[in-house]
């Protein structure tokens, strides 16, 4: 799935050969996906599962949280590079589409590792214990509510713990200064704030869509 911002499709089917390219089971994920039309284009890409894969294991992440699921690319990656004894919470509004991440992480062998917690997120964050339980975090939900979910975060975030944010580029539309659709607005918004929030150090890659890592002070 073409997601990067500029990139040839031969160079990005390039990149994506030479980075762990997706396996037989992500295949059989991604062309599931793609069946349900328009919003297949929710799923992350390759690279960036290949990525979330290695910096999960990079930094030796136990407990991890995702907002966002859909069909279950991002967390399939994350959960194969948690350590030995880790777990994934994932929290998602729709039972439709996590059914079918469910199917593929059984699929993975890696259903063990992950819960999946049905609900408004921003709900089931605020029942969570605040303390610095997670190693790794992953948002890629609704846009407006990102300020609101890293908040949220924060106290449950162990020190040096990651925050990976998903679309910070927006297909470009954080720079078109016509676009005041409210997602595009709480994305600009949120980017402004995080770069200069002294809590996190902060990078923004042009991975895909743009993804923003966040490490707490």
């Known amino acids: 799935m073409a997601k990067g911002l500029g990139l040839d499709p031969a160079l990005l089917a390039y990149l994506v050969a030479h980075g762990a390219p997706p396996d037989e089971v992500q295949r059989r994920l991604i062309a599931r996906t793609a069946e349900l039309g328009p919003l297949a284009m929710m799923q992350i890409s390759p690279e960036q599962g290949a990525f979330m894969t290695l910096i999960t294991r990079a930094i030796g992440a136990r407990r991890a949280i995702e907002i966002g699921t859909f069909t279950g690319y991002s967390a399939l990656a994350i959960a194969r590079g948690l350590a030995e004894d880790g777990a994934l919470l994932c929290l998602d509004l729709s039972e439709e589409w996590t059914a079918l991440a469910r199917e593929f992480f059984a699929q993975a062998g890696v259903a063990g590792r ?32 990102y300020a609101n979910y890293l908040e949220l975060l924060y106290p449950r975030l162990r020190d040096g713990g990651l925050v990976l944010v998903d679309n910070v580029l927006w297909n470009g539309q954080v720079i078109n200064t016509a676009d005041q659709s409210d997602d595009t607005v709480a994305l600009r918004a949120f980017n402004d704030a995080a770069v200069l929030d002294p809590r996190f150090d902060c990078a923004m890659l042009p991975l895909a869509d743009g993804l923003t890592l966040l490490r707490k002070r």
């Open 114 to 145: 992950i819960e999946i917690r049905l609900g408004p997120a921003a709900e089931t964050l605020a029942a969570l214990p605040e303390r610095a339980d997670f190693d790794l975090a992953f948002i890629d939900a609704d846009k407006t509510g």
